[in-house]
């Protein structure tokens, strides 16, 4: 009975032992395979990170749109014209006043620089808004310049009527960057621009750049205002207007001597100061910018790298990485010998960047032995396709189109993408403005005066203006292609030739044309045959073997000829 027990016991100990082992034991669930990058990321030595500029801010800072403006308005505006706008002239020439006392440039009242003044406040208030927020990212950088130079720090708002402060902003002639240096000048003012690298795009070396054009300048003509004219149009020709005015050197009066883009241009840099200078009164809210130019910074690159590359290992968009690098024109940053190329960075990916160098670099080479690797797979790929090629040709060439019948055609479907452009009509309200309609549609004024032949900024009420807008749409085409008929044609062989008793063999050099039962000592000749190719119909027969058998002094044989093979 004690036994009994014990047993027991001993039993139900173990089922409870065993219970307990089974509630420890995990099952292993299966974990996705992660890619080498991924991998890699994981090692990081990270930072405390903050936001990267949001995609509504990216989008603000890449935008065309606003430079496109000020170009169309500097070349085509005519500042004679009186514009209407609620604005007093005494209040303007107080207020000009106060700008004049407190300015190296001469700030003066002039009616076109009040026309100009009041078709900014009435057309471009709401691209002057997004300018500020721009102004806010840049315009620390540009005075830090001017100081260091000793140079009017008024002179950051001529990047505004420049390139409407976009550092990929490219002219009709071809001045480029946020100061829109030609290629010539940017060379002489010592900006690299070759395949890969446009410094006339970077903020920094481009504002040096400029300051030391200003200098230059502000030596021969002493005077801000021809500075400016000079930067517009070069030195030469504000020297020629001078001389046509009979030697004078104030602007307004040598103003008419000027090309006709100069002669805008003095007043849109006043009218864009002046707007600057009093935008609360004017009632404009400036929009905000996500960052400025200090919170970033700039890393030297050791190897060739791509957008692409950091993009997917910082974490930071494409978009963003040609924004904050816009001297690089492929989104590729190079690596030449005894050059130095920088990335410039959000600060918190430059630590990320800065901590992991040598992980960055080494997926790099990662890559570029993958490059290797694969073109070596595509290689070995294409030799195989050309073998295929080769064998397939040499397979249809041992076909027979039945009757010689034409290839016969077949419709397929096929799919196609492509734009369609709609028009819609806007009827101008009483009091709406270029700027306020193409805000409503959604598009840019350039676009909106092109499509309409408008020039300049006069609209009138009940005048019905075009908005195009386009759309891609996905159609299907019916296309027309051969659709192949080919057959084999086996001839039929009369009369059983060759000569065997052995069993049936087929060689396998033998003609698609013609498949040859061994039977007899006999070979009757077929129509295409040759010594040749007949010898190669039997194995162990050659050519003079073939010609000694039937005392064949040359090649020249017969369809019908009857050939010893055997014996």
């Given at each position: 009975m004690k036994k009994l027990v014990l047993l027991t016991l001993?039993?139900?100990?173990?089922?409870?032992?065993?219970?307990?082992?089974?509630?420890?034991?995990?099952?292993?669930?299966?974990?996705?395979?992660?890619?080498?990058?991924?991998?890699?990321?994981?090692?990081?030595?990270?930072?405390?990170?903050?936001?990267?500029?949001?995609?509504?801010?990216?989008?603000?800072?890449?935008?065309?749109?606003?430079?496109?403006?000020?170009?169309?308005?500097?070349?085509?505006?005519?500042?004679?014209?009186?514009?209407?706008?609620?604005?007093?002239?005494?209040?303007?020439?107080?207020?000009?006043?106060?700008?004049?006392?407190?300015?190296?440039?001469?700030?003066?009242?002039?009616?076109?620089?009040?026309?100009?003044?009041?078709?900014?406040?009435?057309?471009?208030?709401?691209?002057?808004?997004?300018?500020?927020?721009?102004?806010?990212?840049?315009?620390?950088?540009?005075?830090?310049?001017?100081?260091?130079?000793?140079?009017?720090?008024?002179?950051?708002?001529?990047?505004?009527?420049?390139?409407?402060?976009?550092?990929?902003?490219?002219?009709?002639?071809?001045?480029?960057?946020?100061?829109?240096?030609?290629?010539?000048?940017?060379?002489?003012?010592?900006?690299?621009?070759?395949?890969?690298?446009?410094?006339?795009?970077?903020?920094?070396?481009?504002?040096?750049?400029?300051?030391?054009?200003?200098?230059?300048?502000?030596?021969?003509?002493?005077?801000?205002?021809?500075?400016?004219?000079?930067?517009?149009?070069?030195?030469?020709?504000?020297?020629?207007?001078?001389?046509?005015?009979?030697?004078?050197?104030?602007?307004?009066?040598?103003?008419?001597?000027?090309?006709?883009?100069?002669?805008?241009?003095?007043?849109?840099?006043?009218?864009?100061?002046?707007?600057?200078?009093?935008?609360?009164?004017?009632?404009?809210?400036?929009?905000?910018?996500?960052?400025?130019y200090f919170e970033t910074d700039t890393v030297m690159v050791k190897q060739a790298m791509t957008f692409k590359q950091l993009s997917d290992l910082l974490d930071i968009s494409e978009e963003q990485l040609e924004y904050l690098n816009p001297i690089y024109k492929s989104k590729y940053i190079p690596s030449i010998d005894d050059e130095y190329f920088y990335l410039r960075l959000p600060k918190n990916k430059i630590g990320i960047f800065v901590s992991n160098e040598e992980k960055i670099y080494g997926y790099l080479a990662y890559l570029e032995q993958e490059k290797e690797r694969n073109l070596q797979l595509a290689l070995q790929a294409k030799k195989r396709d050309s073998i295929a090629k080769q064998d397939s040709l040499a397979v249809a060439a041992s076909l027979v189109v039945a009757n010689n019948e034409p290839v016969e055609m077949e419709e397929v479907l096929k799919k196609r993408t492509k734009e369609v452009v709609s028009k819609n009509f806007h009827k101008v309200k009483k009091g709406e403005t270029l700027s306020q309609i193409a805000d409503k549609n959604n598009v840019s004024i350039v676009n909106l005066r092109k499509w309409n032949n408008i020039k300049g900024s006069t609209i009138n009420a009940g005048q019905s203006l075009v908005i195009q807008t386009t759309k891609k749409v996905t159609v299907n085409e019916v296309v027309k292609k051969p659709k192949p008929k080919t057959e084999i044609i086996e001839p039929e062989v009369e009369n059983a030739v060759a000569v065997n008793t052995e069993k049936p063999t087929e060689n396998k050099y033998s003609s698609a044309k013609s498949k040859i039962e061994i039977k007899e000592d006999y070979y009757i000749v077929q129509k295409g045959d040759s010594i040749f190719s007949i010898t190669k119909k039997f194995p162990n027969l050659t050519t003079d073997d073939l010609k000694k058998k039937n005392d064949l002094k040359t090649d020249n044989i017969q369809p019908g000829m009857k050939l010893k093979i055997q014996g």
């Amino acid at each position: 009975m004690k036994k009994l027990v014990l047993l027991t016991l001993g039993f139900f100990l173990s089922n409870v032992m065993l219970a307990q082992e089974s509630k420890d034991i995990i099952p292993t669930l299966f974990t996705p395979k992660i890619s080498y990058l991924d991998s890699l990321k994981a090692t990081f030595s990270n930072h405390a990170t903050s936001n990267c500029i949001d995609e509504r801010w990216l989008k603000e800072l890449s935008d065309a749109t606003l430079s496109n403006e000020m170009f169309f308005d500097i070349e085509n505006m005519n500042i004679d014209e009186k514009v209407a706008y609620n604005l007093d002239t005494e209040v303007l020439k107080k207020r000009l006043r106060k700008l004049d006392v407190q300015s190296p440039f001469v700030i003066e009242y002039n009616p076109a620089l009040e026309n100009v003044i009041k078709s900014f406040l009435k057309n471009r208030t709401k691209s002057f808004e997004r300018q500020m927020a721009l102004a806010e990212y840049y315009f620390p950088l540009f005075e830090e310049k001017l100081s260091k130079y000793n140079l009017p720090l008024e002179i950051k708002y001529l990047a505004i009527v420049e390139s409407a402060l976009q550092p990929k902003a490219k002219s009709k002639v071809g001045a480029g960057g946020l100061w829109q240096f030609m290629p010539a000048t940017g060379k002489q003012y010592k900006l690299n621009i070759s395949t890969y690298v446009d410094e006339r795009h970077d903020p920094i070396k481009s504002t040096e750049a400029a300051c030391h054009y200003m200098m230059n300048m502000y030596a021969i003509f002493g005077d801000w205002s021809l500075v400016l004219a000079s930067y517009n149009c070069g030195p030469g020709n504000v020297s020629k207007a001078i001389r046509r005015s009979g030697g004078k050197t104030d602007y307004w009066e040598i103003r008419k001597y000027l090309p006709r883009e100069t002669a805008n241009y003095l007043p849109a840099f006043l009218a864009t100061m002046y707007i600057y200078e009093f935008k609360k009164e004017h009632g404009l809210v400036p929009k905000k910018a996500e960052m400025t130019y200090f919170e970033t910074d700039t890393v030297m690159v050791k190897q060739a790298m791509t957008f692409k590359q950091l993009s997917d290992l910082l974490d930071i968009s494409e978009e963003q990485l040609e924004y904050l690098n816009p001297i690089y024109k492929s989104k590729y940053i190079p690596s030449i010998d005894d050059e130095y190329f920088y990335l410039r960075l959000p600060k918190n990916k430059i630590g990320i960047f800065v901590s992991n160098e040598e992980k960055i670099y080494g997926y790099l080479a990662y890559l570029e032995q993958e490059k290797e690797r694969n073109l070596q797979l595509a290689l070995q790929a294409k030799k195989r396709d050309s073998i295929a090629k080769q064998d397939s040709l040499a397979v249809a060439a041992s076909l027979v189109v039945a009757n010689n019948e034409p290839v016969e055609m077949e419709e397929v479907l096929k799919k196609r993408t492509k734009e369609v452009v709609s028009k819609n009509f806007h009827k101008v309200k009483k009091g709406e403005t270029l700027s306020q309609i193409a805000d409503k549609n959604n598009v840019s004024i350039v676009n909106l005066r092109k499509w309409n032949n408008i020039k300049g900024s006069t609209i009138n009420a009940g005048q019905s203006l075009v908005i195009q807008t386009t759309k891609k749409v996905t159609v299907n085409e019916v296309v027309k292609k051969p659709k192949p008929k080919t057959e084999i044609i086996e001839p039929e062989v009369e009369n059983a030739v060759a000569v065997n008793t052995e069993k049936p063999t087929e060689n396998k050099y033998s003609s698609a044309k013609s498949k040859i039962e061994i039977k007899e000592d006999y070979y009757i000749v077929q129509k295409g045959d040759s010594i040749f190719s007949i010898t190669k119909k039997f194995p162990n027969l050659t050519t003079d073997d073939l010609k000694k058998k039937n005392d064949l002094k040359t090649d020249n044989i017969q369809p019908g000829m009857k050939l010893k093979i055997q014996g």
